[in-house]
Structure formats: structure tokens, C-alpha cells
């Protein structure tokens, strides 16, 4: 009876007594469960920090003190307190579907429930604390809190106070925000497909690494914007499966030279994160995977050059294309490539590479879409690649290494080749003819 009571009304302000018979000395005892005065009630300046902490704890279990937190006292067409905190560790099973998540919920002092997932969005599932609202009937259940327009109200409320705090936490604790965005960050991006009302507060609090971070450190749009290059139109990324991976692609050949900040978008879901964050202020996202790649006042030299070179691989260019139409949509002269021979590149509006992996791994079906064949005709293997076809255009071993750079271009996105023995054994009689020369 006694953790029942403490349970459910410890901070109810009338007293609540216990009554208990001593038997030895034979006198009837009284007992007073609810003492406790609760914390989100009182003034901010009576509270000191490690009493937050301490009951920060208390609620959540965890023994590392929070990163943020803000505590909130509202009157007016609702009245409700709230006291919100930022854990600095996520727990280990943050992603299981099965996990309960939410606010403790409080009505009148009385404890109702803890894990009210309607309190707030699934994308901040990772917030503890407690609401406690002064206009909810004691006797809430869960399919009434679902439909309830309070409810609704303060979930709006407690939503927008959450963000307000970790843009106050990245401006004001940058570290802190770094912390937090190790821990929790692919949980906050699941906010762009929930919570359309506040999207342009979520751009803000986005970060990644780049190719102008170290591993570990990030970059957010806003700073990104800050050091673009004059004449630089747009926000440039890349996706893939790994900060390795994507750092050593051919893709980035061309931004590297130009020395052209590129964004790290490594997380599976930055896929979808994309597909709803496609500008930040007047700046378009544009990756450098996909369509044609315009520089503008960037790659004004290229120009000329690019041109000269459309002329002199036309032919050659439109029989490599003809000898893989199944799976080529265009072969064409690259402006992103400075040291690879050729990569492999999405037309603009086709599913990437990187999309196709990532459902395939989810066993989802995924018809293929041709790709576009980027050449760099500076590159010595295309030259005498072109020098053997002006010689003869009908030369058997054309088709086999052309063959052998696709393979290599998919090998270089991080996709996966048709014939990988058949692959190794052209390698390999490439490799005999060039130790017998």
C-alpha cells in the first residue's frame, strides 16, 4: 500500500496519512506517504543545478548527469509544467520497434503513466522527463490522450521546446551539441518525414562531416554556406556507405583539385534526409553523383577544353555506348574526373547507387535504372583506348576493356559487378601481357 501510494501521489498537496497498529506497545501509528514537494513546481531560481541533476536520475535510471535541460511553468489557455532533459548517452536499445518511449505524464500532481508516447514525436523519443497538466482528467487512459486536443496542444508545445533547446545547446555548447550528435543525431533525422512544421528549425540542427573535417568532427549547413567558394552556386554531397568510402571516390576528383567543400551524408538514413532537405536558405542541395555537374564561374576553363574533347571521342564514345545499351544510358565526357578514367553517374532523376544498396539490403525490389558513363579524356588509359579505335573500330579487344572499366567504375561507387571471375581473369591476362612487356 505504502509504494502504491508514493507511487501514484507523492506529490499530491494534501496530506496523505497512514494509519498502522503497533502491536507490541498497542497504539494506533500515523505515517505521511506524500512529504515530497514536486520538483517541476517550484521557482527555477529555488532549484539548484544538482537537485536537477539528482531527480534527472531519479526519473531516468542513468547515472550520467544530462547534457540540457529546460523546465517550464505554462498558464494561460492551458496550464502544465514540464521539465525536459537531454540525456548525454543513448540507451542500447533506442532503435528496437518494441522499446517504450515518452514523458512521464502528471495530472493535477497525480501520477498517470509513464512512457506517454503522445506527449511528443517518436523522433525525440530520446527526451525524458515529465508533463504535468492541470487540465486532463484523472481518469486518462491511452485511446483518450491519442484523441485529446490538450494533449495535442502540449505536444506542439513541448515539441517546439525541445528543439528551442538544442539550438540554444548548439550555439551556446558546441561541444555539448557534438556530443549529442554522435548519440543521437540519425534519431533526430527521422523528424524531416514526422514533423513538417518545424523542418526548418531541424535543417538547423543537421550536421556532417565533410571533406574539409576530420573523422568525428561536423559541419552544419549554416557553416558550410559561410565557407563557400566565390561563385559557387550550391550546397555540394555525397552519399554513401562509409566516410572511407566516400572520400576516395572519383566523384570528388574534380572538388578536390578546386578544393570545393563536399558533405559526408554516410548514414543510411541521410538517403531520405535528402529527399526533404533539397535547400537550406537559397541554396540548393546537389549531389555530386547525380546529373550533370556545372560548376558555373567555377569551371570556367574546363569549358573550352571539355568542348575539344566531345569532338574528338564523339565516335568513340557513341560506339562504347552501343556495345552496352542494356546497361549504359549515355557515355559522355566527364568535368568531374582529373585521375580516374571514368566513373559511373545517375541521371538526375534516377534512384543512386548508394539508394539501390540500401534497399536491396532490405530485401526490397528494385528494378535497375541505366547509368550515364562519365569519361576523362585526359587520362592516358582513354587516350590509347581512343588511339586503338581510330586504328580500327572493329578491334575485339575494345569491347573487353571497356568491359573491364565499367567493372571498375562499379567497383568504385562501392556496387556490386556481374561477373566477378570473369573480371578477375581479365585482370589477371592484362597483368601476365604487362610483365611479359
Not at 576530420?214 to 554556406?225: F, R
Request: glycine share 4%; with cysteine.
Amino acid at each position: 500500500v505504502r509504494s502504491v501510494i508514493r507511487k501514484y501521489s507523492e506529490y499530491v498537496t494534501h496530506p496523505i496519512i497512514m494509519l498502522t497498529n503497533d502491536t507490541k506497545e498497542k497504539e494506533e501509528k500515523e505515517e505521511r506517504l506524500n512529504e515530497n514537494a514536486p520538483l517541476w513546481r517550484r521557482a527555477k531560481a529555488e532549484i539548484t543545478q544538482e537537485q536537477y541533476d539528482e531527480f534527472y536520475k531519479h526519473i531516468s535510471y542513468d547515472q550520467e548527469a544530462p547534457l540540457a535541460l529546460s523546465h517550464n511553468q505554462v498558464e494561460g489557455t492551458l496550464q502544465y509544467s514540464s521539465l525536459l532533459y537531454v540525456p548525454a548517452k543513448a540507451p542500447y536499445d533506442l532503435y528496437q520497434p518494441e522499446k517504450s518511449n515518452g514523458l512521464s505524464l502528471y495530472v493535477k500532481r497525480i501520477f498517470i503513466m509513464n512512457d506517454c508516447k503522445e506527449l511528443l514525436p517518436s523522433y525525440l523519443r530520446f527526451v525524458k522527463g515529465i508533463v504535468d497538466s492541470e487540465d486532463l482528467p484523472l481518469n486518462v487512459s491511452r485511446e483518450i490522450l491519442q484523441k485529446n486536443a490538450v494533449v495535442q496542444k502540449i505536444n506542439r508545445a513541448t515539441t517546439k521546446k525541445v528543439i528551442n533547446l538544442l539550438e540554444t545547446m548548439a550555439k551556446d555548447k558546441p561541444e555539448d551539441y557534438k556530443k549529442f550528435w554522435k548519440e543521437f543525431g540519425n534519431v533526430l533525422k527521422e523528424g524531416f518525414h514526422m514533423n513538417f512544421e518545424n523542418v526548418d528549425e531541424l535543417k538547423r540542427l543537421l550536421r556532417f562531416e565533410s571533406s574539409q573535417t576530420t573523422q568525428g568532427d561536423y559541419v552544419s549547413l549554416e557553416e558550410y554556406i559561410g565557407r563557400m567558394k566565390d561563385g559557387q552556386k550550391e550546397i555540394y554531397y555525397i552519399t554513401g556507405e562509409s566516410r572511407l568510402a566516400v572520400e576516395r571516390s572519383p566523384h570528388l576528383e574534380v572538388f578536390r583539385k578546386k578544393d570545393i567543400e563536399v558533405l559526408y551524408l554516410v548514414d543510411p538514413i541521410d538517403e531520405w534526409v535528402v529527399q526533404s532537405v533539397t535547400e537550406f536558405g537559397e541554396r540548393k542541395l546537389a549531389s555530386v553523383t547525380k546529373g550533370e555537374l556545372d560548376l558555373g564561374e567555377l569551371s570556367k576553363e574546363e569549358k573550352k577544353v571539355e568542348k575539344e574533347a566531345k569532338s574528338k571521342y564523339k565516335d568513340f564514345m557513341k560506339d562504347f555506348e552501343g556495345a552496352f545499351s542494356e546497361r549504359l544510358k549515355e557515355v559522355r565526357i566527364s568535368s568531374r574526373l582529373s585521375e580516374s578514367p571514368c566513373c559511373l553517374v545517375a541521371d538526375k532523376n534516377d534512384m543512386g547507387a548508394n539508394m539501390e544498396r540500401i534497399l536491396k539490403m532490405a530485401h526490397q525490389s528494385v528494378s535497375e535504372s541505366k547509368r550515364i558513363l562519365e569519361i576523362n579524356p585526359a587520362h592516358p588509359i582513354i587516350e590509347n583506348l581512343n588511339m586503338m579505335y581510330e586504328k580500327n573500330s572493329k578491334d575485339e579487344r575494345l569491347k573487353e576493356w571497356w568491359d573491364l572499366l565499367l567493372d571498375q567504375s562499379l567497383l568504385a561507387e562501392g556496387s556490386p559487378i556481374k561477373d566477378p571471375a570473369g573480371f578477375v581473369s581479365r585482370m589477371n591476362k592484362y597483368l601476365k601481357d604487362a610483365v611479359h612487356a
